[in-house]
């Protein structure tokens, strides 16, 4: 199974939903269809209206973010995985690196990633390095140390997802080579499967993927899917990463 998700950072209004039911529409007639699983993050404000819409359809919603705590609490503007859950969200991501820059250290993703498992949510856990870790050639163990400090073998690998995202890629149209994101893709599945008794969840690539540059990474068998920001705002953006993905 392949996933193209799609996040939609601090974009949307209630008729964005529009961009939706344009890929809606591709997925329902694609050949290709029973291969992948599209997913889109909208913000809060429109995953209860959206997951009600598409819920007999072919796009799943999920969410941004997620508090770490479980149900209610007294944390003011908090939203909780209960909380997304009820309203109809499947998955959440964690770990964006947006939201590690404001603050969200490894223990805080640890109680993220828990309290979603238990409130039935996946999870999309982000990882990245970022430019001066690069430079560095410590990319390797930034990684790991971002997925042993958060992920625990008693957390259910079929419930998780990892997104390899490079923070210097996000929104800036750069990708690292071929060879260098095989090589860390491999590595982030030899990490994975130490930390899960032997079989590693699904790894994404996010970062800078488009249309165009969505030829480069197929060739990467490793790659399970992508985590789309920018382009996962035009529908025909969107679509054309799918289109090429199998062309
Ligand atoms: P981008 O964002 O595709 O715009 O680079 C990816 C992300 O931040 O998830």
Known sequence: MRYFIGNWKMFGVPKSRNILNKI???????KNRNKYKVIITPPYTLIESYAKYFKNKKI??????????DQFSSNTAAISPYMIRSIGAKYTLVGHSDNRAEGDTDLMLKDKVKYA???????????GEN??????KKTLSVLKKQMTKV?????????????????WSIGTGKIPTGSDLKKTTVYIKKVLKDIFNKKSPAVLYGGSVDGNNVEIFREIEEIDGFLIGGASKSSKKFI????????
């Open 24 to 30: 809606n529409k591709f997925n329902t007639k694609d």
């Open 60 to 69: 799943v919603v999920g969410s941004q973010n997620c508090y770490q705590k």
């Open 117 to 127: 498992l238990k409130n039935k949510l996946k999870v999309v856990f982000c990882i």
């Open 131 to 136: 430019k001066l870790e690069k430079k560095n």
């Open 151 to 167: 992920l625990e073998k008693n957390f259910n690998k079929n419930n998780i997802i990892v997104a390899y995202e490079p923070i």
């Open 240 to 247: 054309d990463i799918i289109k090429n993905y199998y062309r």
